[in-house]
Nanobody, 123 residues
């Protein structure tokens, strides 16, 4: 049974920062691409960032490029999403997910998902 548990969400003012964590259990973490997605009320789930098992390949949505940083620590079975310069438009439930292959932006390619953590950015 693979489990992904996100944490680190919360309420922050615009311009602030949050660091999300995603702890993976029940599966060898380093074999997988890790992705972060988000879903705002009334909107579809959208890609935020992804990182290859080796951390060599990293991808970002244009909307977060330069503000968010994805990383992972395979020894700790944990992935991270550092979010800086947050904007009200970043308000959403954030999910981490694992896939064994791309395309990394496609939610349908991901096999395992966390339960999500709420991020709310006030103006």
């Amino acid at each position: 049974q693979v489990q992904l548990v996100e944490s680190g969400g919360g309420l922050v003012q615009a311009g602030g920062s949050l660091r999300l964590s995603c702890v993976v259990s029940g599966r060898t973490f380093y074999n997988y691409i890790m992705g972060w997605f988000r879903q705002a009320p009334g909107k579809e789930r959208e890609f935020v960032a992804a990182i290859s098992w080796s951390s060599i390949s990293i991808y970002y949505a244009d909307s977060v490029k330069g503000r968010f940083t994805i990383s992972r620590d395979n020894a700790k079975n944990t992935g991270y999403l550092q979010m800086n310069s947050l904007k009200p438009d970043d308000t959403a439930v954030y999910y981490c997910a694992l896939t064994s292959s791309g395309p990394y932006r496609d939610t349908r390619r991901y096999d395992y998902w966390g339960q999500g953590t709420q991020v709310t950015v006030s103006s």
